[in-house]
């Protein structure tokens, strides 16, 4: 199992078209929990997945971070519509 099997797993439980989520609600349940990095840059909630084994599983489960507030420590993730699922999203802004 690899690390972010259990965000992916979160993430299709999920049944709405977006899911906000706290740092600590994510750090609860993934193994070992956030990295430091993912409180401090942007770049690690970036929605290109290589290189980035959190966003390929965020990704896989049909899902792209929407919005991000790390002062806040909230992500939201947008369901991405089935077509698009195999082309890569967006990047987040």
């Known amino acids: ?4 099997d259990a965000l992916a797993a979160l993430l299709c439980r999920v049944d709405a078209a977006s899911v906000r989520y ?3 609600e994510l750090s609860v349940a993934i193994p070992g929990g956030l990295p430091a990095s993912a409180y401090t840059q942007p770049a690690w909630w ?3 997945a290589e290189h980035r084994a959190q966003a390929r ?7 792209a971070v929407g919005e991000l507030d790390l002062d ?3 992500v939201m993730f947008a369901r991405l519509p089935r077509a698009g699922r195999s082309a890569a999203p967006a990047q987040l802004t």
Do not use: C, E
């Open 57 to 63: 599983a965020w990704l896989a489960a049909g899902w």
């Open 46 to 48: 970036d929605n290109r």
């Open 22 to 24: 706290s740092f600590t």
């Open 72 to 74: 806040a420590r909230v």
């Open 1 to 4: 199992m690899l690390k972010y």
